[in-house]
């Protein structure tokens, strides 16, 4: 019997078999090895492959898909105009109805999915938070409360819309684009609601004011301030923003050509041309365009 020193530390020969310090033979020990390193590899992988747990500091992250569709929204609205630094889009939620997301307060190009608050409908958030939200959350609170069938919204201020609204000429489709504001863009008056000169919807009551004024209607205008636009999905909300602003352009284009005679859409045509692909193809090229991986 020869005695073997290695780094495996002392073995015992024993006729053409080695045995191990601990009476097991070693090819014994090399499979248990070989078995607990496969077992290891294995669990190792399957940590890997399951999705990291996401916290948000303001909104409930089992609903992150959705928010990072609205965070996708703030980036295309921004990236082709319809949002500056002050506007702003919702979405309500599919998991708890009676709540929606928005951004505290911060514009609209540089939202992120850390940035969402998830509001009640009474437009306080329903996690504790020292994010500060915009102070026009009453725009989407009242508009989701007075209509259950609004799935977002959005709020702009379109340079040729608040034009419109302070020189009193109604907003009306022209084009096949803007079939969705049909016969009629209710023009909002702050000064209805506010006695203070406040023509900010900074209030309940100016939020409910300014759903009363919508009322079944797709988009309102709001005198010397901008619009808001509503829809049944956030896709079709971002383009139903985007060409509200293209056929407020369009209409004021053909009203300053010399001896204009305006056409505008007729009842049937709006009816006819608002149902088309809910503005995916809008959607598709402003996620595009906005570097969004969705």
């Known amino acids: 019997m020869k005695i073997l020193l290695g780094a495996a530390g002392a073995m015992l020969a024993l006729g053409a078999g080695f045995v191990a310090v601990t009476g097991q033979p070693l090819l014994a020990q090399s499979a248990k090895g070989k078995k607990a390193a496969a077992t290891a590899a294995a669990t190792v992988t399957a940590a890997a492959s399951e999705p990291a747990k996401v916290t948000l500091p303001a909104a409930d992250a089992a609903s992150l898909d959705e928010i990072e569709e609205l965070v996708l929204a703030n980036h295309i609205l921004s990236h082709a105009g319809v949002l500056d630094a002050y506007g702003h889009v919702s979405v309500r939620s599919s998991r708890h109805p009676d709540h929606f997301f928005l951004a505290r307060n911060i514009a609209p190009g540089l939202v992120t999915a850390q940035d969402i608050i998830e509001y009640g409908m009474d437009a306080s958030p329903v996690m504790q938070t020292d994010y500060k939200g915009y102070n026009e959350r009453f725009i989407h609170s009242e508009l989701f409360k007075a209509r259950p069938d609004v799935k977002a919204v959005v709020h702009g ?130 996620r595009s365009a906005a570097g969004g991986a969705k």
């Open 157 to 286: 201020h379109s340079p040729e819309i608040v034009a419109m609204t302070v020189a009193q000429i109604p907003l009306k489709a022209v084009s096949h684009m803007g079939a969705f504001l049909g016969l009629n863009v209710p023009n909002f008056e702050p000064r209805i609601g506010s006695a203070d000169g406040e023509m900010s919807i900074t209030s309940q009551d100016l939020g409910w004011a300014l759903g009363h004024t919508l009322g079944k209607w797709n988009a309102v205008t709001i005198r010397g301030h901008g619009e808001v636009v509503v829809a049944d999905s956030l896709h079709a909300a971002a383009g139903r923003a985007y060409y509200m602003t293209v056929n407020a352009r369009e209409q004021m284009q053909a009203m300053s050509l010399p001896g204009a005679k305006m056409t505008y859409l007729q009842e049937n045509e709006t009816i006819k041309m608002e149902a088309h692909d809910g503005y995916e193809r809008f959607w598709a090229l402003g």
